[in-house]
């Protein structure tokens, strides 16, 4: 992977009055997103069952070097390998017409058609992996999406990671970026976990949601704001 992360794809961006970011696991939805996309995967693909014997080798990798990162990108190389893209989009498809009203959270779409009434710059930023989350923003009618991508040879799926993962400092990184974009605009933030909080402080209305305990506890140190959303 290289060390220097892409560039924020360009785009002719709109005078807007603020800019609203907003995470996505356990923010906008219920729960991580990428461990139901893999069940479903395996349920519409169940020949690739037979490649779960290298769960307990990745997981023992993870254990020792921590990397969440690498994490992610060797469960979906493993289980999701060698896919075309007209076979991801198909799966990504099926996913969310069975499952995505399910996993959201009202209070969230509420917060997310506030800002856009606004006139806010909706702007979604995950970890989670493009092959879904670009779908999910797309969706909701999100402005602009930013998430972990992934390598493709060709036309076939590698799922080990092309981009950083869209997490901690990462994510910090991009909201900077916005932030260049977006000269003057106030900024809101709306994340989950504690992982959030380093972005969250450089927004000027930051909004932890359904977090831990101990991320609650953190973040009102700070002097952030703490809700549980519905």
Known sequence: MSSTPPPLPAAALPDVGGVAVFDLDGTITRRDTLLPY???????HP??????????????????????GRLKGELIHALLGGLRHAEVHALTVAFLDAQLMALLRPSAISAI???????????????????????????LGFDQVVCTEVRWDGDLLDGRLKSENRRGAE????????REDHPGASFAAYGNA????????????????NASAATRRKARALGMKVRSWS
């Open 194 to 209: 504690g992982s959030d909080l380093e972005h969250l402080q450089r927004a000027d209305a930051p909004l932890v949601v």
């Open 47 to 68: 020949r690739r069952l037979l490649r779960l014997w290298q769960i307990p080798v990745i997981l023992a990798r993870f254990a020792v070097d921590r990397d969440r």
């Open 38 to 44: 893999l069940r479903h995967a395996l349920a519409r």
């Open 113 to 139: 058609e506030a800002h856009r009434n606004a006139g806010d710059w909706l702007v979604l930023l995950s970890a989670s992996t493009e092959f879904y989350v670009r779908e999910i923003g797309a969706r």
């Open 171 to 178: 994510k910090t990184r991009v909201l900077q970026e916005l």
